[in-house]
C-alpha cells in the first residue's frame, strides 16, 4: 500500500515536469502562425515574445496555457495532502519546482530553450498563495508601466513574491520555493538586464528604446 502510495506522489511529481515541458508558445505559433517564436524576435517561447511575434491572441492563449501548467499539478497536489488544516507544504513546492523546471528545461525541447518562466511561476502560486500572487502581480503593473518595458516588470514581480509569500502564509516550503524560482527568472533574464541597463530592451509602448 505504501509502494503504492509513493508511486502516486512520484507519479505527480513526473507529471508536473512533464506538463510544464510543453511548449504552448510554439505549438501555438507554429499551428495558427505558420512561425517558429524559437526564430523571431528574443526566441523565447513565452507569451511576451509570441504577442510581439504572432499577435494578441495567440500570446494570451500562450499565457494561459503557460499559467495552466503550473496550476493544475499545484492544485492536485495540494488535493492528495490536504490535511484538516493545510496541505503537505514541503511536497507541494516541490510538485511546483517540477513543473516550473519543466518549462524551464522542457523535455521536449530536449532540455533546451525553455521559457523563462514567469507565468509557470504564476500559475503555481496563484494556487499556493492568491494573495501573494495578486501582490506580485500588482508589482508587475506598476513597474512594467513606469518602466514600459516587460522585463522590468517580471523582475520587480519575482523579487516581491518570496517576501509576500512569507508574508501571508508564514511557511518555509513556499517561501524557499518562490525564493528558488526567483534566482532562476533572473538567470533566464540575463540579457534582459544587460539590455535595461544599456537602455536597448523593447518597450511596450511606442515600440522604440531609451
Not at 3 to 29: D, E, H, M, Q, R
Not at 51 to 67: C, E, H
Not at 140 to 161: P, Y
Not at 169 to 184: I, K, L, Q, R
Request: glycine share 10%; with cysteine; charged share 10%.
Amino acid at each position: 500500500m505504501e509502494l503504492i502510495v509513493s508511486a502516486k506522489y512520484v507519479g505527480l511529481a513526473v507529471f508536473a515536469y512533464l506538463l510544464g515541458s510543453i511548449p504552448w508558445g510554439l505549438i501555438l505559433t507554429r499551428q495558427f502562425a505558420d512561425v517558429d517564436v524559437r526564430q523571431t524576435g528574443s526566441k523565447n517561447i513565452g507569451a511576451t515574445n509570441v504577442l510581439r511575434s504572432a499577435g494578441l491572441g495567440l500570446g494570451i492563449l500562450t499565457l494561459i496555457g503557460d499559467l495552466s501548467k503550473g496550476a493544475l499539478p499545484v492544485w492536485i497536489a495540494a488535493e492528495m495532502t490536504a490535511q484538516p488544516e493545510s496541505p503537505n507544504t514541503i511536497y507541494v513546492s516541490a510538485v511546483a519546482l517540477c513543473a516550473f523546471a519543466g518549462h524551464l528545461y522542457p523535455a521536449f525541447l530536449k532540455f533546451k530553450t525553455g521559457g523563462k518562466g514567469v507565468a509557470t511561476a504564476a500559475g503555481c502560486f496563484l494556487i499556493i498563495s492568491p494573495a501573494a500572487t495578486g501582490i506580485a502581480l500588482i508589482i508587475f503593473i506598476l513597474f512594467a508601466g513606469i518602466a514600459n518595458r516587460v522585463s522590468a516588470g517580471s523582475l520587480a514581480a519575482v523579487t516581491a513574491l518570496a517576501p509576500a509569500v512569507w508574508w501571508l502564509t508564514n511557511t518555509g516550503p513556499f517561501t524557499a520555493c518562490a525564493v528558488v524560482m526567483a534566482v532562476f527568472v533572473y538567470a533566464r533574464h540575463r540579457e534582459n538586464i544587460r539590455r535595461l541597463i544599456s537602455g536597448t530592451e523593447p518597450a511596450i509602448r511606442g515600440g522604440k528604446n531609451k
